[in-house]
């Protein structure tokens, strides 16, 4: 066999290997060519699902198209588990909730992805129009909870990047029983009097990343439930709000702990708190372990840095009880700027499981022209560096 005959042989044995990577092609759907219409007036709740089937049935990379303009749809769950394994969905206009609330009270939820894996959003607006809750709240009549804008729920691999969210009726965006979720460069705003709407929730979730987030709410910029592990937040700017919180936490005996927590350069501006750990007053198995707050900047803070384990709204179910949840080796590092009280440190822990290896590091907070103040209960801990107040 001649060499030019060997070569053009091999040649046909390689061949379907240079070939191979020409049948990954990825799908495109454009949310209009499913009959979506972008006058925020008509309901294109339908064809944003048809979209969704189309790219979850792909068995290759797809995108989900949302051109500008505004689209109004309804209470949607797109559901998964889904064939193809990486799904963009790429907004460009605005995604409008229906103007009352009375059409999301069953759910709880305005949009909400189960099951998925591999989903990533980018950009876009997402508005839930929650003024009409907030009136209804505020006024005392009898109203529903609410709905969450966007929920995420046992789910992995998920990004949430350059999105804005505007006027929930309840939580902007929740993180729930998930694996491996990163939220990037978002802003969420309502307005400092809008009730119950956090802006980022965690729970039941590990591996989550939130970073160069600006947060404007009516309650906690970002909210840590039970059974949250992992988590890192950083560069997150908080104001109007309640701070960032890991709680409340202990309302349920059998719930689960929060452990390996880190909040790094992150600032305050005009909250209700800092830095807040908050557990209900009664019994539990829960726990707080492994936090790190660090690079802390506020300004005309109320409650700073604060573990509030006496939380009993109402006064029912829990007057003259402990707390059972067991905080411990949570580390407060470089904290600097001026509180809005006196008492700029705050630790009201358990008589029966009092916090422990509580650690404070170059903090440095100030109250006018007063010196601000510690109160302390029930805790145990050390300081280091310049500390200012203290009570260790």
């Known amino acids: 066999m001649t060499q030019l005959m060997q070569s053009f042989l091999l040649l046909l044995l390689l061949l379907p290997s240079f070939i191979h990577f020409s049948s990954s092609v990825e799908a495109f759907h454009d949310v209009t060519a499913f009959g979506a219409k972008s006058d925020g007036r008509t309901d294109s709740t339908k064809a944003f699902i048809s979209a969704w089937t189309a790219a979850c049935r792909s068995p290759n990379p797809a995108t989900i198209h949302v051109p500008r303009g505004s689209f109004l749809i309804g209470p949607v769950t797109f559901h998964g588990p889904c064939r193809s394994s990486r799904i963009t969905i790429q907004i460009d206009g605005t995604l409008v909730a229906p103007s009352k609330f009375a059409n999301l009270r069953k759910l709880g939820q305005w949009m909400l992805f189960d099951h998925v894996n591999g989903v990533s959003v980018y950009g876009g607006t997402v508005d839930g129009h929650g003024s009409s809750l907030w009136a209804c709240k505020v006024a005392g009549r009898n109203c529903p909870a609410g709905a969450t804008s966007l929920a995420f729920r046992n789910s992995k691999n998920i990004l949430i990047t350059g999105l804005t969210s505007i006027n929930s009726e309840l939580y902007h965006i929740v993180i729930d029983s998930c694996q491996a979720v990163t939220v990037k460069g978002v802003r969420i705003t309502a307005p400092g009097d809008s009730p119950n709407t956090d802006g980022i929730h965690v729970q039941s979730s590990t591996d989550v990343t939130i970073t160069g987030t600006g947060i404007k709410t009516g309650d906690d910029c970002i909210s840590i439930g039970p059974g949250t592990m992992n988590l890192w937040i950083e560069k997150v700017t908080c104001g109007p709000g309640h701070g960032i919180s890991i709680g409340s936490l202990g309302k349920g005996y059998d719930e689960k702990g929060v452990e390996n927590v880190t909040v790094k350069t992150a600032a305050f501006t005009g909250t209700e708190n800092g830095l807040r750990i908050k557990t ?87 109250y006018g022209n007063k010196p601000a103040r510690s109160s302390c209960q029930h805790v145990h801990g050390t300081a280091s560096g310049s500390v200012v107040p203290s009570c260790f």
């Not at 790190?292 to 009880?321: L, S, W």
């Not at 949840?325 to 509180?339: A, L, P, T």
Request: aromatic residues 6%; glycine residues 10%; hydrophobic residues 30%.
């Open 280 to 366: 209900w007053g009664r019994p539990s198995e829960g726990f707080v372990k492994g936090v790190v707050f660090e690079h802390a900047t506020m300004q005309n803070v109320r409650n700073p840095i604060i573990i509030d384990q006496n939380y009993c709204p109402d006064e029912k179910r829990c007057p003259g009880q402990n707390s059972g949840v067991k905080i411990s080796e949570v580390k407060y590092m470089d904290v600097q700027g001026s509180s809005a009280s006196q008492v700029a440190i705050n630790f009201d822990c358990s008589a029966s499981n009092p916090c422990s290896g509580i650690g404070l590091q170059d903090v440095k907070l100030t």
